[in-house]
């Protein structure tokens, strides 16, 4: 079993990881999906590839921005730690960078209006041989959908 201290520095890990692993996947939105949705006019209407674009381009580079201050609130020296007053300190850090950006986590409610109105075009256009096409070029082996 682990102890109080290594559950602690377990938590902060996954919390950090969590977040590499979100913007990466972030990354990859933009990269394999939405930028080339940006290319080619004949999948969906440009105004609404756009508007998902500046949004999730936004929430991309603020989650970027988010996870450097993460990583920076937390010393090399954790492996070190094993009493639970040592990780106070980072906690305490930990906490105000939440605290910090919980204002600009509002550019999620934009992000979740854009993807109900994405939703609703995906099902309108679900017979459009080249959107079909286009998506599976960039999900051959079914991962996202």
């Keep these: 079993t682990l102890s109080n201290a ?13 977040e590499r692993t979100y913007v990466q996947d972030m990354q990859r939105l933009l990269e394999r ?31 970027q921005k988010f996870l450097e201050r993460l990583e ?3 010393p090399t020296e954790i492996l070190a730690y094993n009493a639970v007053h040592e990780f106070c300190d980072i906690l305490i850090s ?7 950006y919980s204002q600009y986590f509002k550019l999620y409610s ?14 309108i256009h679900q017979n459009n041989q080249h959107l079909k096409e ?12």
């Design 6 to 18: 290594q559950r602690i520095r377990k938590v902060i890990f996954e919390l950090v990881e969590t």
């Design 33 to 63: 999906y939405i930028e080339p949705l940006r290319d080619d006019s004949k999948l969906l209407p440009a105004d609404t590839i756009e508007s998902l674009y500046i949004s999730v381009k936004s929430i991309y580079q603020l989650q």
């Design 134 to 145: 286009f998506l599976a070029a960039r999900n051959p082996r079914h991962q996202h959908s």
């Design 94 to 100: 930990i906490a105000d960078t939440f605290l910090s």
């Design 72 to 74: 920076s609130d937390i």
């Design 110 to 123: 934009s992000f979740c209006a854009m993807h109900l109105r994405i939703n609703r075009l995906l099902d």
